[in-house]
C-alpha cells in the first residue's frame, strides 16, 4: 500500500464511529455444469465450474457537510476447485469520497472503458465473456478514479488513472510509472438509449482502445451493441476491431430472458463467437441458467464449443 492509499484508509478509520454503518455482505454464487465441446478432434469435457462466484462487503460513513466515506472489498472465489490453497483474486476494491461533485474512487478497479460496455455482454463471466474476442476488458490496481454527477438529462464522465506499459529501450514492457494509463468515459443514460463512448491509453496489456457501447430498448427486447478498436503500443503488433451484437427478450410472464448474441473479430483470422442462452427466474435473487456457445478461429483450424446449465444465487 503507498503513502496515498494508506493516509486515505486512516482518515476514514479516524472518523467517529457512530457515523459509520454496519457493512453490507453481499455476494453471487453461479455454479454450472459445462461440457467443453471441441471440433472431433478432442475428447469433451464435462465438469463443474464457478462463473465469477464472488463475496465482498461495503459501506459507507456519513461524514458531514455533504461528503460520505465509501468502501469496498471484493473477491472472487471459485468453489468448485479442489485445491484448497487456492487464493481468491481481488476485484473491485477501494475506499472514496462522495459528495455534489462526484465520487472519487481509489484502489483496484475497472477501467471506464471495461465499464463501457455496459450490459450489453448477455455472456458475462460465463465462458463466452467477451474477453475472448477482444482486449480492453482491464481492472486494474493502483487505480484514482472519478465518475461525475449526472447533469444535462442524462450525461455523465468517468475518469481513471493508473500504471500503464512503457516500452523499454531493449524492447521488453516495462511497468509505466502512475499515471502513464489514462482511461475516459463519456456516458449518455435516457429511457430510450444508454450510450458511452470510451478511450484508453497504454492499458496493462499494451494496448490503447476505443470502444463504444450501446443499449437500445425495442419493444419487448434490448438491443446491445460493443465495438472496440484495439491498437499496440509496445511493439506486440497486434491492431484489431472487434463488434459484438446482442438481443434479450423477456418471456414467461417476465421470469424468463431469452439471449442471443454474436460476436466478430480481427484479433485472430476468422474469429468468431455465437451463442444462444435462457435465464429464468425462479424466486428472488435465484435463477437457473443455460448457455450454448461456440467460438471459431480459422486461423488455427478450431471451432470450440461450451454448453452449460447452472444456477444462481445473489444476496
Avoid: C
Avoid at 479442489?82 to 461533485?101: C, H, I, P, T, Y
Avoid at 423477456?250 to 466478430?264: I, L, N
Amino acid at each position: 500500500m503507498n503513502k496515498f492509499k494508506a493516509i486515505f484508509v486512516l482518515a476514514l478509520v479516524l472518523i467517529s464511529m457512530s457515523a459509520i454503518s454496519a457493512p453490507k455482505v453481499y455476494g453471487k454464487l453461479n455454479i454450472a455444469v459445462n461440457n467443453d465441446g471441441s471440433d472431433g478432434v478432442n475428447e469433451k469435457e464435462i465438469d463443474l465450474v464457478s462463473n465469477a462466484s464472488r463475496l465482498g462487503f461495503k459501506g459507507k460513513v456519513d461524514m458531514k457537510n455533504g461528503l460520505t466515506g465509501i468502501y469496498q472489498i471484493e473477491y472472487q472465489v471459485d468453489i468448485t476447485d479442489d485445491n484448497k490453497e487456492a487464493d481468491f483474486d481481488q476485484r473491485n476494491s477501494f475506499v472514496g469520497l462522495k459528495g455534489n461533485f462526484g465520487t472519487l474512487k481509489i484502489g483496484t478497479h475497472d477501467t471506464p472503458l471495461k465499464l463501457a460496455q455496459l450490459k450489453a455482454d448477455l455472456f458475462n463471466d460465463l465462458k463466452g465473456d467477451i474477453k475472448n474476442t477482444t482486449d480492453g476488458e482491464n481492472r486494474i490496481g493502483s487505480f484514482f478514479g472519478y465518475d461525475s454527477p449526472v447533469f444535462g438529462g442524462g450525461v455523465s464522465i468517468s475518469v481513471g488513472v493508473g500504471k500503464g506499459i512503457d516500452d523499454g529501450v531493449d524492447g521488453t514492457d516495462l511497468d509505466g510509472e502512475f499515471g502513464s494509463n489514462l482511461s475516459v468515459s463519456l456516458k449518455y443514460d435516457i429511457d430510450v438509449i444508454k450510450f458511452v463512448i470510451a478511450t484508453e491509453k497504454a492499458s496493462i496489456k499494451g494496448y490503447d482502445h476505443n470502444r463504444l457501447g450501446m443499449m437500445i430498448p425495442a419493444g419487448p427486447v434490448t438491443i446491445g451493441l460493443i465495438h472496440t478498436t484495439t491498437e499496440s503500443t509496445v511493439g506486440n503488433s497486434i491492431d484489431y476491431d472487434a463488434t459484438t451484437l446482442s438481443i434479450a427478450g423477456k418471456v414467461a410472464d417476465g421470469k424468463g430472458k431469452v439471449k442471443f448474441q454474436y460476436g466478430t473479430s480481427d484479433k485472430s483470422a476468422g474469429l468468431s463467437q455465437t451463442q444462444i442462452g435462457y435465464d429464468h427466474k425462479l424466486f428472488k435473487n435465484f435463477k437457473i441458467l443455460t448457455y450454448h456457445t461456440v467460438r471459431s478461429q480459422d486461423a488455427v483450424n478450431s471451432d470450440d464449443a461450451h454448453t452449460g446449465l447452472g444456477i444462481e444465487y445473489k444476496f
